[in-house]
């Protein structure tokens, strides 16, 4: 299950190469080239597709999509999320830190780019709302993935930050 876990999150990192971390206490990192990339990602989705329809038929998405979700649901959303990104953000920066390969440091940082640029969006948000989003206190589950997450980070290989990011990937 663990090899499964670090192949899918692997594809989603990098389109063109398969980067396999192996789990502790190896600390070696390999790429190899896909082949059959579009080949993959439609078996996943065809995998999981009654999943995806539920999810895109919750109420929360359907509220976000159509208009109708109320601003205090979208503002405590917003905050979980921005307290998941600075967890997320800082475990792809340890990882970054921990990587063997250049180009594995590069990936974990361009993903980090891509939290913050994220976290700037939900600042926007907050400051036509007049939310300050430095003072959240994060829900049961959100604290509890948080801090599962950064305590694998400082404690773990990339192969063990990558498996424990798999879960908030999907």
């Known amino acids: 299950?663990?090899?499964?876990?670090?192949?899918?999150?692997?594809?989603?990192f990098n389109e063109q190469t398969l980067i396999a971390f192996l789990p502790h206490p190896y600390t070696v990192c390999k790429q190899v080239p896909l082949l059959k990339k579009?080949?993959?990602?439609?078996?996943?989705?065809?995998?999981?597709?009654?999943?995806?329809?539920?999810?895109?038929?919750?109420?929360f998405v359907q509220g976000i999509a159509n208009?109708?979700?109320?601003?205090?649901s979208f503002v405590y959303y917003?905050?979980?999320d921005v307290f998941f990104l600075k967890a997320f953000?800082?475990?792809?920066?340890?990882?970054?830190?921990?990587?063997c390969e250049w180009k594995i440091f590069e990936l974990?940082?361009?993903?980090?780019?891509?939290?913050?640029?994220?976290?700037?969006?939900?600042?926007?948000?907050?400051a036509q709302w007049g939310i300050n989003l430095e003072n959240i206190t994060p829900g049961f589950a959100t604290r509890r993935y948080?801090?599962?997450?950064?305590?694998?980070?400082?404690g773990n290989n990339i192969g063990a930050i990558a498996t424990a990011m798999t879960e908030a990937e999907r």
């Open 89 to 99: 953000a800082r475990a792809y920066s340890i990882a970054a830190a921990k990587s």
């Open 146 to 154: 948080t801090d599962f997450l950064l305590a694998t980070a400082w």
């Open 38 to 59: 579009t080949m993959i990602s439609n078996n996943l989705w065809k995998t999981n597709r009654q999943l995806a329809t539920v999810c895109l038929s919750h109420p």
């Open 67 to 72: 208009g109708t979700l109320s601003q205090k």
């Open 1 to 12: 299950m663990l090899a499964q876990k670090v192949f899918y999150l692997s594809i989603l």
């Open 78 to 80: 917003v905050g979980q």
């Open 108 to 126: 974990f940082h361009t993903l980090a780019g891509g939290v913050k640029e994220e976290l700037e969006l939900h600042q926007n948000y907050a």
